[in-house]
């Protein structure tokens, strides 16, 4: 069967939005909007999996899902031509996710790689919501039947289970699928969109660990929300390794922190790695990292200002959230209805 294009995606908010959330995924938003119809949630059910000094507590909550509405608006996307709005008030996502927790399997969600970094060392400490955020997430686009996610490379593996459990509700409930007029596949089986330079942006002290808003030290990572001194002031005392810049592309293989600032140089001047080598090979960081300083000040300052200005007009921010909620609960109701049918659930 052959299924609408539709592109979901979402954002956690835990606070500290940062340079990874840009490049990976909201940039990627804004620049499909232009061809197809999207639906960005801000999911402040998924904030919840993290302990409370992570999301920070009831009024936090509510700041940071205004904020990263207001990061979503400030970078560029249209809510009038979409769907912006928070996950929770479409209470759709938590009863499909229910649902998908029965169809997915504990072996599978035992090997995500997010539960296990995120967890640590103290898992039985560790909510039983972080063990089935993959669930959630599935349910959060499947409950659009969407076809496509833009996500950042650490997303890749809950993608792909995504991808499990759509086939397997498939499978599991292939004759009343068909005997519903959905032929052979009621879900989608959703693709990522992960491309670029930038989809796994790393911390600024560590290349090899994800820059990341829960990372306790506020040097790891370039906040939207930060002014020119203090990213230049990160990008200068950014980890590096003594070499200068090389000239070949293939010898960043081993160079992790160099390979990291080069990548976001290219991304954010939208040029491959190889020209930014080309210009830089050769030379000191203390130049290279000047030059990273400008572009970045000159690409975030105006949606870091933009995004400012918008979250504190709080009243304007939920009317947009109520007026995505509305249009997202009408498709997202239409979902549930059929699954309900698809699975025997009697109702009025
Ligand atoms: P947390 O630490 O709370 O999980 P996060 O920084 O990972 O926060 P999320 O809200 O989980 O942010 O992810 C939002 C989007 O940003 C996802 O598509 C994710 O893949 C992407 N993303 C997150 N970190 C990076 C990164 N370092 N580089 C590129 N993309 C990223
Ligand atoms: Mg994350």
Redesign the pocket.
């Known amino acids: 069967m052959a299924f609408k294009e539709l592109v979901f995606?979402?954002?956690?908010?835990?606070?500290?939005?940062?340079?990874?959330?840009y490049?990976?995924?909201?940039e990627k938003f804004v620049a499909l909007q232009q061809r197809c119809t999207c639906i960005y949630c801000v999911?402040d059910l998924?904030?919840l999996t993290?302990p409370v000094a992570?999301w920070g507590g009831p009024r936090e909550l509510a700041r940071n899902t205004r904020e990263v509405t207001a990061a979503y608006l400030a970078a560029g996307i249209d809510p009038k031509k979409n769907i912006v709005f928070n996950q929770s008030q479409v209470h759709e996502h938590a009863e499909l996710a229910w649902i998908f927790n029965c169809v997915a399997r504990m072996g599978w969600l035992g090997r995500m790689t997010?539960f296990k970094d995120?967890a640590g060392k103290d898992r039985e400490n560790a909510s039983v919501g972080l063990f089935s955020y993959p669930t959630l997430m599935a349910a959060d686009i499947l409950v659009y039947r969407a076809t496509h996610v833009?996500?950042?490379?650490?997303?890749k593996q809950h993608l792909e289970l995504s991808r499990d459990i759509a086939q397997k509700f498939n499978n599991d409930f292939a004759e009343s699928i068909a005997a519903a007029g959905f032929g052979n596949a009621f879900f989608p089986l959703p693709e990522p969109l992960i491309q670029g330079p930038?989809?796994?942006?790393?911390?600024l002290r560590d290349g090899t660990k994800?820059?990341?808003?829960?990372?306790p030290s506020d040097y790891s990572?370039i906040n939207l929300t930060d002014d020119a001194d203090a990213i230049a002031q990160k990008i200068r005392k950014a980890k590096t390794d003594p070499e200068p810049l090389p000239s070949d592309e293939k010898a960043l293989g081993p160079r992790p922190e160099a390979d990291n600032l080069v990548g976001l140089y290219a991304a954010l001047s939208e040029i491959s790695k190889a020209a930014v080598l080309k210009q830089f090979g050769g030379g000191q960081f203390s130049t290279f990292k000047t030059a990273l300083a400008d572009l970045a000040v000159a690409k975030l300052g105006p949606i870091g200002a933009e995004m400012k200005r918008l979250a504190a007009d709080s009243a304007y921010i939920d009317s947009v959230l109520a007026d995505g909620a509305g249009r997202a609960e009408q498709l997202a109701a239409e979902t549930m209805t059929s699954v309900k049918d698809i699975i025997g659930f009697i109702r009025h």
């Open positions: 995606s979402g954002v956690q908010p835990t606070g500290n939005l940062h340079l990874g959330n490049l990976g995924a909201i999911v998924h904030a993290q992570v997010q995120k833009p996500v950042g490379e650490d997303q930038a989809t796994r942006v790393m911390s994800k820059m990341s808003k829960s990372d990572r």
